[in-house]
């Protein structure tokens, strides 16, 4: 299928293109689909002076009528999700059905952000004085998105960033540019120029944007690798900056688990979206004691998923996104092979069309293996055997990584103790992958830095302002026991 509208940014609530244009490549057939401008510094300069312009407009309306646009961004979202997960489905591969959950959550996240208030604090309310934490915004925001959720993780930043009164330069990842332009085109009429500008480009424009004087934050999901060159990169004007970087996620299963139920949960918390979900179950640990049940009831699931073309009807698991990440997971599933890994499924990789990759499971690897230590992001996960719960705490968080983790038994009390000993920022019990608007969610160690979501994710787009009114009639000096500032 080809997507042969004309798909420009959006900067100054105008449509912009460039002379230059980058290919859009469907992973499920690697042919080009389309075309998207791809900006560098001109356009940027041109993004950020809109987003500049529009901040002082914005930020001075009342938190209820950016409430009321934010709602209806939800609305614009809902209202073209036909063809809004098309659109996704081509550029992502996910199924169509995965791709309508995405935007529908995309929806959901901008209703529900739009909800929170924006707390004052009165730390002080005296005959002398009232002393008052107010919560502003930064000023221009830029978030940057990856290829895996992009209207989803993309709508994570622009919701918060413009209810908190930040102004929004947005950039989607080079491989899945089109839901996001077309967000900006669908968001001309509705929210004030200059407000919210997405722009797209090639591997030159993220550097450019964290490196942008006019630029107070970044917001960044993706690698942690990238992370680190963004917060280097930041730290040139002090830019504030959030940081949502890769996973290792386990799950730790206990053995009075019931097995066939927690088979199916557990074979989608590790497949779904192809593995490439930050949060996906990537190391399985199962005590020894119901090691060989668990692992053939998860096989078994295994084997009646469909692994194709995400327009297909019956299709369960898409593609891999890109080459560079097809590329990644094929070299975890060579390294098994040439160690003498056992594989329960899949392991055999056909050369294309497509990004394709079966559903592969390693059985028991040595804990040092590389399928094992890194973030595969792709649908290939180790089983791995325990004997002894504080054994495999120990492994679980024996990690450079600490996005999140699960843990499944039938005794809850048993299960949060176990939880409360991960080093991870979200742990599940007995669920996985359950993420909510209303709950601060972010990596320990170097999963990342800050939180999205939760009153705590709205206010990483402030910054805190006390105000402090000496009351009229006396004069406080320090003398008087007034604090000096
Ligand atoms: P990536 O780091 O390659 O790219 C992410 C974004 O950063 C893209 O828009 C890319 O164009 C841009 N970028 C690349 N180099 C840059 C630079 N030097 N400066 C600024 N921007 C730059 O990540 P990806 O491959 O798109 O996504 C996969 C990774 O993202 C995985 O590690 C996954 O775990 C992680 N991820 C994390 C979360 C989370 O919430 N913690 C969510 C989804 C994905």
Excluded at 115 to 127: A, K, N, R, Y
Excluded at 139 to 144: H, L, S
Excluded at 265 to 285: D, E, H, M, P, V
């Amino acid at each position: 299928m080809r997507f042969d509208a004309d798909y420009s940014m959006t900067i100054d609530g105008r449509a912009v293109d460039t002379a230059a244009r980058l290919k859009v490549i469907d992973p499920a057939t690697e042919r080009s689909i389309t075309s998207v401008p791809d900006a560098g510094a001109a356009e940027l300069d041109a993004a950020v002076a809109a987003a500049r312009a529009a901040f002082p407009g914005w930020r001075g309306l009342a938190l209820d009528e950016r409430r009321a646009l934010l709602r209806a961004i939800a609305g614009a979202i809902s209202d073209n999700i036909e063809s809004l997960a098309k659109l996704l489905t081509a550029e992502q591969g996910k199924p169509l059905a995965e791709a309508r959950g995405e935007l529908e959550g995309a929806s959901y996240w901008c209703e529900s952000i739009a909800s929170f208030d924006l707390p004052t604090i009165v730390s002080e309310d005296s005959d002398e004085r009232q002393r008052v934490t107010y919560r502003v915004p930064i000023g221009v925001v830029a978030g940057i998105v990856p290829w895996n959720y992009p209207m989803l993780l993309g709508v994570w930043k622009i919701a918060p960033a413009l209810l908190a009164g930040n102004t929004v330069v947005v950039k989607p990842s080079p491989f899945t540019p089109l839901t996001m332009l077309k967000l900006g085109e669908l968001l001309r009429d509705i929210l004030p120029p200059g407000v919210l500008n997405v722009v797209t480009g090639g591997d030159q424009l993220g550097p450019l944007i964290t490196a942008h004087p006019g630029i107070d934050k970044v917001s960044f999901t993706g690698s942690t690798a990238t992370g680190k060159r963004v917060m280097a990169s930041c730290a040139a004007n002090l830019k504030r900056v959030t940081l949502e970087l890769g996973g290792n996620d386990p799950a730790i299963v206990m053995p009075d688990v019931d097995v066939e139920a927690v088979a199916e949960q557990l074979f989608w918390a590790a497949f779904s979206n192809s593995g490439q979900i930050c949060i996906a179950t990537k190391r399985l640990y199962i005590h020894e004691a119901i090691y060989d049940r668990l692992k053939a009831a998860i096989v078994a699931v295994a084997e009646r998923v469909r692994v194709g073309n995400g327009t297909d009807a019956d299709v369960r698991l898409g593609p891999v996104q890109n080459r560079q990440q097809y590329e990644r997971v094929r070299a975890l599933i060579a390294d098994s092979h040439a160690n003498g890994h056992d594989f329960l499924i899949g392991g055999d990789i056909s050369d294309g069309p497509g990004f394709f990759i079966p559903v592969t499971i390693v059985d028991n690897p040595p804990e040092n293996s590389r399928v094992v230590q890194e973030e595969a992001f792709g649908p290939v996960l180790p089983l791995l055997k325990f004997a002894h719960v504080d054994e495999a705490i120990a492994r679980a968080n024996d990690t450079i990584f600490g996005l999140a983790a699960s843990v499944w038994s039938a005794d809850v009390e048993q299960a949060t103790a176990i939880a409360s000993q991960l080093e991870a920022g979200t742990v599940w019990v007995n669920e996985v992958q359950n993420l909510s608007p209303f709950a601060v969610f972010g990596g320990h160690k170097q999963s990342g830095l800050g939180a999205e979501n939760g009153l705590e994710g709205v206010l990483e787009y402030t910054n805190p302002q006390t105000i402090s009114i000496h009351k009229a009639g006396r004069q406080v000096t320090p003398s008087d026991g007034a604090v000096p500032a």
